[in-house]
Structures are given as structure tokens and as C-alpha cells.
């Protein structure tokens, strides 16, 4: 079992930087691959970033690309979502997830076992 609690979210103006953490329970985490979606009220949740087990491997977003970087430090049992340069269509709710197989670097939802409650990010214009 793994319990993710997501933090950092708020309100920027556009152009600004964020950074979201996620911290974990659980002796294993460091054997998960971790990723973060986001989801806007009536959309489907996307896919932003994945990190493998070690932090070695990683993928993104083409939207994302550039601006936000994924990092894990598995000492302290915590994920992280720098994001930077922020646009208004950067703006969702903001979920952490936990995929039991370390190496991989999933981009679908139901391919993750764990999921945070979320944190909202606001992007102002």
C-alpha cells in the first residue's frame, strides 16, 4: 500500500513558477515509477510527467515539455513538479501517482495503482 498526499498548488500569474510535491507512505515507494496528471473540470485527465524507481528515466507531455520537470528524492519519500513558465491553460487539479513496475514510465491513467486527492493549480492571465 501507498498513501499520496499531494502539496504545493495555489494561484500564479502566468509566466510564474510552481513547485507541487507528493509525498508518500509506505517503505516501498522507492521501488515505484511515479508520474503527475491533471484534470480540468470536464475533461479527461492527462498525463503530465513520469519518473522512474531511481529518477533516471523520465518522459513528459509535449505541452509540458521545456517548462516542468519531474524529480524524486526517494529519501525523503517525495515526488516533485517544477513547473515554470506557467500559461492559463496550465490550470487543473493536480494528482500524483504510483505504478508498481520502478523501471517503467506510464502515460494512462489505469495503468497506476495509486492515486493523491489532488491539488489545485490556478493560472491567472
Known amino acids: 500500500q501507498v498513501q499520496l498526499v499531494e502539496s504545493g498548488g495555489g494561484l500564479v500569474q502566468a509566466g510564474g513558477s510552481l513547485r507541487l510535491s507528493c509525498a508518500a507512505s509506505g517503505r516501498t515507494f522507492g521501488s515505484y515509477a511515479m508520474g503527475w496528471f491533471r484534470q480540468d473540470p470536464g475533461k479527461e485527465r492527462e498525463f503530465v510527467a513520469a519518473?522512474?524507481?531511481?529518477?533516471?528515466?523520465?518522459n513528459y507531455a509535449d505541452s509540458v515539455k521545456g517548462r516542468f520537470t519531474i524529480s524524486r528524492d526517494n529519501a525523503k519519500n517525495t515526488v516533485y513538479l517544477q513547473m515554470n513558465s506557467l500559461k492559463p491553460e496550465d490550470a487543473a487539479v493536480y494528482y500524483c501517482?504510483?505504478?508498481?513496475?520502478?523501471?517503467?514510465?506510464?502515460?494512462?491513467?489505469?495503468?497506476?495503482?495509486?492515486w493523491g486527492q489532488g491539488t489545485q493549480v490556478t493560472v491567472s492571465s
Open positions: 501517482a504510483a505504478h508498481s513496475v520502478g523501471w517503467a514510465l506510464p502515460t494512462q491513467t489505469y495503468e497506476y495503482d495509486y
Open positions: 519518473i522512474s524507481w531511481s529518477g533516471g528515466s523520465t
